[in-house]
């Protein structure tokens, strides 16, 4: 069974430009989730959904990110315009069910502005 | 605010030297507590999940217990293969995990 898949692994981009993080959840997962991990601070949650709807975005830091689920299948997570803070590594998960269930992560994206 | 600290950050044992990981943590509602393996370069990697004081869980060389306050990780007679970053988090009322930042440990054969 394939798991969390995320899409690039790398990134550099410069100030200002866009990115669009891209997660393909396990087959079948409704719960997809997204935290990142910027430079010497813990991994923080960014957003949950469930199927295609956001179920809580509290963790998403300003208007500059937009996240979205097409179907209920695979996620992306845009940044646009991306500030030298962005820099980090975004990480997607996914879960059957909701709540505290076990969560499967993906490998990361790790994003750096320049 | 739902908060995990985690301790000691690092932790060098030789192979076969026991020893335990803690994580303290304060939340609203505890809905249960996990524990990852995070190598690098890749995503987290689940463990355990303890949801209630008093529960132990155990996996191979790892067993996880759980207070009011605190989880261990227990690590007995490691090896080289289990070095790593090991992960806490809790799912309080907010229903999102807060993570602690986390105890790398590495194993000297």
């Known amino acids: 069974e394939a798991g969390v898949t995320q899409f690039p692994s790398h990134s550099v981009i410069e100030k200002g430009q866009t990115v669009t993080l891209r997660c393909d959840p396990i087959s079948g997962h409704d719960n997809l989730y997204w935290y990142r991990r910027v430079m010497g601070k813990e991994i923080k949650f960014l957003l949950h959904f469930v199927k295609e709807s956001k179920q809580d975005e509290s963790g998403m830091p300003n208007n500059r990110f937009l996240a979205e689920r097409t179907g209920g299948t695979y996620s992306t997570l845009k940044v646009q315009p991306a500030e030298l803070e962005d820099s980090g590594v975004y990480f997607c998960?996914?879960?059957?069910?909701?709540?505290?269930?076990?969560?499967?992560f993906g490998q990361g994206t790790r994003l750096t502005v320049v | 605010e739902d908060q995990v600290t985690q301790s000691p950050e690092a932790l060098r044992l030789q192979e076969g030297e026991s020893s335990s990981l803690n994580c303290s943590y304060t939340v609203s509602g505890l809905r249960g507590l996990f524990w990852y393996r995070q190598d690098p370069g890749k995503g987290p990697e689940f463990l355990f999940t303890l949801y209630s004081a008093g529960e132990e869980k155990e996996k191979e060389r790892l067993k996880a217990t759980l207070t009011k306050k605190e989880s261990f990780l227990h690590i007995t007679a490691p090896k080289p293969e289990d070095s790593a970053t090991y992960l806490c988090a809790v799912g309080g009322s907010a229903r999102q995990l807060t993570f602690g930042s986390g105890t790398q440990l590495t194993v000297l054969p």
């Open positions: 998960a996914s879960s059957l069910q909701g709540g505290y269930t076990e969560a499967f």
